[in-house]
Nanobody, 115 residues
Framework: QVQLVESGGGLVQAGGSLRLSCAAS????????MGWYRQAPGKQRELVAAITSGGSTDYADSVKGRFTISRDNAKNTVYLQMISLKPEDTAVYYC?????????WGQGTQVTVSS
């Protein structure tokens, strides 16, 4: 059974920082591409950051320079370090694991940034 469990969300003031974690089980984590998505109320889910099995990263323009995605294959965990948070970063953040046609999602963690 595949599980992706996000943690680390919460309420933070604008300018603050949070680190999200996503612990994976039931997959060969090291060969999966991993991503963080977010969905704000009334908006579509959008890709925030992604990291390949080889460690290459990609970011949405809106978070470049503020967010950093990383992975620890020994811990089957992917992280999203977020700094200089803005109210517009408020959303539910989801972790995803992708390998060809196989795609898995976590349940999400709420991030709320107050102004």
């Amino acid at each position: 059974q595949v599980q992706l469990v996000e943690s680390g969300g919460g309420l933070v003031q604008a300018g603050g920082s949070l680190r999200l974690s996503c612990a994976a089980s039931g997959i060969n984590f090291r060969i999966f591409g991993m991503g963080w998505y977010r969905q704000a109320p009334g908006k579509q889910r959008e890709l925030v950051a992604a990291i390949t099995s080889g460690g290459s990263t990609d970011y949405a323009d809106s978070v470049k320079g503020r967010f950093t995605i990383s992975r620890d294959n020994a811990k089957n965990t992917v992280y999203l370090q977020m700094i200089s948070l803005k109210p517009e970063d408020t959303a539910v953040y989801y972790c995803s694991a992708v390998l060809f046609e196989r795609e898995y999602w976590g349940q999400g963690t709420q991030v709320t940034v107050s102004s």
